[in-house]
């Protein structure tokens, strides 16, 4: 079960849309510094809000990186993976057992 979270999700939001509208109303200002003035108005740590907004910029298409659709679906398939490999495990121990347990020169 996933952590719960610190700030509730209209914060998060209504945060990062007054980093994009002083940014808009400013270009010379850098996302650094647009995190900077709108955090401490809106009580969230500048780290916290400069990564929310960094992702929202890869989401978008506006900056490369990966989304969080793709994150959360390549965390799916290496979990996949994972049981996979495990049952493949599982299914190449007991062909082996059912091997040594019938011996070709019993009469079958």
Request: no cysteine; glycine share 4%.
């Amino acid at each position: 079960m996933p952590a719960p979270r610190k700030y509730p999700d209209e914060l998060r939001e209504r945060a990062l849309r007054l980093v994009e509208e002083a940014m808009k109303e400013d270009p010379s200002l850098s996302l650094n510094a647009a995190v900077k003035r709108i955090g401490p108005r809106v009580g969230i740590v500048a780290d916290t809000l400069r990564g929310w907004a960094k992702q929202r910029r890869i989401d978008t298409g506006n900056e490369p990186g990966t989304t969080t659709a793709d994150a959360a679906r390549i965390k799916e398939l290496e979990r996949e993976n994972r049981e996979l490999k495990r049952a493949n495990e599982i299914l190449l121990a007991a062909s082996s057992f059912f091997a040594r347990e019938l011996d070709p020169r019993l009469p079958w």
